[in-house]
């Protein structure tokens, strides 16, 4: 019944606002040093452990292998949720900057967060895309991950079936640093949040062995592309519920 859905989803809200609250001091202070940065970035991590435990859907994570925690990786996964994003500090170890729309910095607290610790993207800006990927470049350059969904937003119709061609963003960058992809397969997601109302259901995740750039060049980017593509999609095809 929606009258279930709307508790639920207030009580998700509750979390969400709460123990982002309760962290964010910390992260504030965090934020105004680059070497802190980090630091603030475990805190969402935390955030993101206790949101999803507060409301009673533990995330369960299947890691195909080991990942270097020192190591720089371009993180790859669809993208069919909102919930994706809050998702990804959970599912990813490594120290990482988001590449997301720069709407989000409209948000009260959470957009000076995502501000000053993550690389924003403006599609109403000419060139912004390419100051996106300088940064981006940049943070690998330094040993920071990044993680970016090669769908370039919500687009599918026709979940689990993800858009296609993907951005080229995320091939380039990873490239250009000749340092792995690492698909993510995200099951569940756009069934708990499939919009505005949250509904139970268990979430699934599986981040995947690293695919190799060493050698590879720009003209590559479209093989690079269709490899990602044929892990992720296969994947979601098999758990189909």
Known sequence: MKIFSWIYTI???FWFIVVFLLLFPVVFVCLQKEQWKP???YCNRIWGKIFFFMIGQPVNVTYETELDPKR???FCANHFSYLDIAMMGVVIKNYFAFVGKSSVKKVPLFGYMFTK???QVDRTVKNSRIKALTHSIKALKSG???MIFPEGGIFSTNFPEMIQPFKDG???MAIENQVPIVPISLFDNYKVMPEVLF???KIRVIVHKPIETTGKTKAEIDDLKKQVYDVIQPTLNKFRD
């Open 199 to 201: 509904k139970w259901h």
């Open 170 to 172: 995320a091939f380039s």
């Open 39 to 41: 630091i603030a970035h």
């Open 117 to 119: 610790l993550h690389i």
């Open 11 to 13: 009580w998700c809200a």
């Open 72 to 74: 720089a990786y371009v």
């Open 144 to 146: 920071r991950s990044i």
